[in-house]
C-alpha cells in the first residue's frame, strides 16, 4: 500500500492541500495524516478510500496481466 500512500501524498501537495485541511475535510487529526504519510500508521482500507476520494483520485483493482497495458496508457504511450 506504500506506493498508493505516496500517490496521495504527491497529489495533496500538488493540489496545495495541506494535512491539516485534509485532515478537516476527512474527520481525521492532522497528527494521523502525517502518520499515514510516513508510513507509521496502517490505515484501513475504507480511510485509504476516502483520502483518494477527497483529492480526486480513485482506487481500481485490475487483472496483473492488464499492467503493463494500463501503465502504458497512464504514460501517454501507444500501445
Request: hydrophobic share 40%.
Amino acid at each position: 500500500m506504500h506506493g498508493i500512500i505516496d500517490q496521495l501524498r504527491h497529489t495533496r501537495l500538488a493540489k496545495k492541500l495541506k494535512q491539516s485541511e485534509l485532515g478537516h475535510k476527512s474527520g481525521l487529526p492532522q497528527s494521523h495524516i502525517s502518520k499515514i504519510e510516513q508510513g507509521k500508521a496502517d490505515p484501513r482500507l475504507s480511510t485509504v478510500v476516502d483520502l483518494a476520494r477527497l483529492l480526486d483520485q480513485e482506487l481500481v483493482l485490475v487483472p496483473r496481466s492488464m499492467l503493463p497495458a494500463i501503465r502504458a496508457m497512464l504514460a501517454g504511450e501507444e500501445l
